[in-house]
């Protein structure tokens, strides 16, 4: 069975760092472009960024680059995001998500297969 497991949320304040890691069975893992979305309440999933299964080439959100960072440790099956200078409208459940390998990143979260169930963020001013 195909899952996908984050962790990491919390509480914290504006300008902390806070890191999220998402657990990934090895099927996924090995091929898979894995995603980091967030949904605020009353707004629609957004794409925070990407990384690929084959070099892991990144991608980001412009809301987070240069404050987010999308790795991946290959021997524990594990995708992270790094999230530094964190802003109370980076307030929102972060979720992980995986879709089989392509040319390019895509912002869409229809075209993501699996989906992890959720880590809440928030972040106070």
């Known amino acids: 069975q195909v899952q996908l497991v984050e962790s990491g949320g919390g509480l914290v304040q504006a300008g902390d760092s806070l890191r999220l890691s998402c657990a990934a069975s090895a099927r996924i893992f090995s091929s898979y472009i894995m995603a980091w979305f967030r949904q605020a309440p009353g707004k629609e999933r957004e794409f925070v960024g990407a990384i690929s299964w084959r070099d892991s080439t990144t991608d980001y959100a412009n809301s987070v680059k240069g404050r987010f960072t999308i790795s991946r440790d290959n021997a524990k099956n594990t995708v992270y995001l790094q999230m530094n200078s964190l802003k109370p409208e980076d307030t929102a459940v972060y979720y992980c998500?995986?879709?089989?390998?392509?040319?390019?990143?895509?912002?869409?979260?229809?075209?993501?297969?699996?989906w992890g169930q959720g880590t809440q963020v928030t972040v106070s001013s």
């Open positions: 998500a995986a879709t089989p390998p392509a040319s390019t990143f895509s912002p869409r979260p229809r075209l993501y297969d699996f």
